[in-house]
């Protein structure tokens, strides 16, 4: 990906972003990289296998139409997604720097490198995605997660 605007939204298209990438922003476009997440809150909120997300600083994602939905998913962590349609936008872990978006949210996800996969031991023996990469194990369990 080159230096400019990525964009991105819901299946409805009533919520949509952009993140500004360049020097000026601090969003380096060839250093997008992802995260396949495989915790049991990340299936259940994206409804696949693993979620697969892309860090940002919180302060490079402006919202063009609409705003998320927010749901408080655990003690520590909001989910973002579209009221209309359902569609997961993000993950936003309190003590993180970032935001976590839903890759499949952009319109356009084919410059994400996912560099590692988090809550290993909830990894599905069929979720083949990225064998190479190192994981770590979910740091935080919460009553009624497996």
Do not use: N
């Not at 919180?58 to 909001?78: F, H, M, N």
């Amino acid at each position: 990906m080159t230096e400019g605007t990525l964009h991105g939204g819901c299946l409805c298209g009533a919520v949509r972003y952009e993140i500004a990438t360049g020097p000026q922003a601090g969003v380096d476009p060839a250093a997008l990289l992802g995260t396949y997440c495989h915790c049991s809150m990340c299936r259940k909120a994206t409804g696949g296998g693993y979620a697969t997300l892309l860090s940002i600083p919180r302060e490079a994602v402006r919202w063009t139409k609409g705003s998320p939905t927010l749901y408080r998913s655990s003690p520590i962590a909001t989910r973002g997604f579209c009221r209309q349609c359902g569609s997961p936008l993000f993950y936003d872990g309190e003590a993180e720097k970032q935001l976590s978006l839903t890759a499949g949210s952009l319109d356009d996800p084919s410059g994400i490198k996912p560099d590692h996969h988090y809550g290993i031991e909830s990894r599905l023996p069929w979720a083949d995605c990225g064998p190479d990469l190192p994981g770590r194990e979910t740091e935080e369990r919460f009553e009624g997660q497996p």
